[in-house]
């Protein structure tokens, strides 16, 4: 499976940005898709998780009721929709793949990952 990540950009806080993901492989139809992020000296945090189907959500606690994730199985992308950008939200986004089901927010039970796309958010 190989995934690309883009959408990436400079916005102004308050603004909105949408992010994609299209993923390549026999068999990625079947990996729930999420959206990472990680900050200069943070650590790798969890945004938001789509399952293979798309019948279930999950998002972190720092963007509930701002991003919202979606999969157009068609064409094998997954999107975060980003809304209310804030200051904080700068970050580089990665976006991964998962056998797993369920609420799967460590890094380490992904197993695959895109590249990476900056959003800069500035206040």
């Known amino acids: 499976v190989q995934l690309q990540a883009s959408g990436g950009g400079l916005v102004q806080a308050g603004d909105s940005l949408k992010l994609s993901c299209t993923a390549s492989g026999r068999t990625v139809s079947m990996y729930g898709t999420g959206w990472f992020r990680q900050a200069p000296g943070k650590e790798r945090e969890f945004v938001a998780l789509?399952?293979?189907?798309?019948?279930?959500?999950y998002y972190g606690d720092s963007v509930k009721g701002r991003f919202t994730i979606s999969r157009d199985s068609a064409k094998s992308t997954v999107y975060l929709q980003m809304n209310s950008l804030k200051a904080e939200d700068t970050a580089v986004y990665y976006c991964?793949?998962?056998?797993?089901?369920?609420?799967?927010?460590?890094?380490?039970?992904?197993?695959?990952w895109g590249q990476g796309t900056l959003v800069t958010v500035s206040s």
């Open positions: 991964a793949a998962t056998r797993l089901t369920g609420y799967v927010v460590r890094p380490y039970d992904y197993d695959y």
């Open positions: 789509i399952s293979w189907n798309g019948g279930s959500t």
